[in-house]
């Protein structure tokens, strides 16, 4: 049996989990004062996901910049990926929010939204 500690992100509480596993699979956790606690900590040591933000460059706009987010969160190793491809993305004003600027971010099928307003 293996122990690991973490700190719950779903609420301002901020629990001190202790989930004990036997190799993969999640025997208890403890610590968590409602239900998201169990539920994060267990999706974050099978399934961990993450919502990625940045921006992208805007050509033609009243800013030069945008910045967008994950419109779902998608697998935490696709993360470097996604904002690797970020990196050379230009997008011609006007953009509103909720524009896709990318499809299918690093192959996961999540698609980049703009998160402001660029004239």
Known sequence: MEEKNLICINCPLGCMLTVVMDGKEIVSVAGNTCRRGDTYARKELTDPTRIVTSTVK??????????????????????????????????SAPVKIGDVILDDAAGTGVSIVATKNVR
């Open 58 to 91: 805007v050509s033609g706009g009243s800013e030069s910049m945008v910045s967008v987010k994950t419109k779902e969160d998608i697998p935490k190793e696709k993360v470097l990926e996604c904002v690797r491809e970020l990196k050379d993305v230009v997008v």
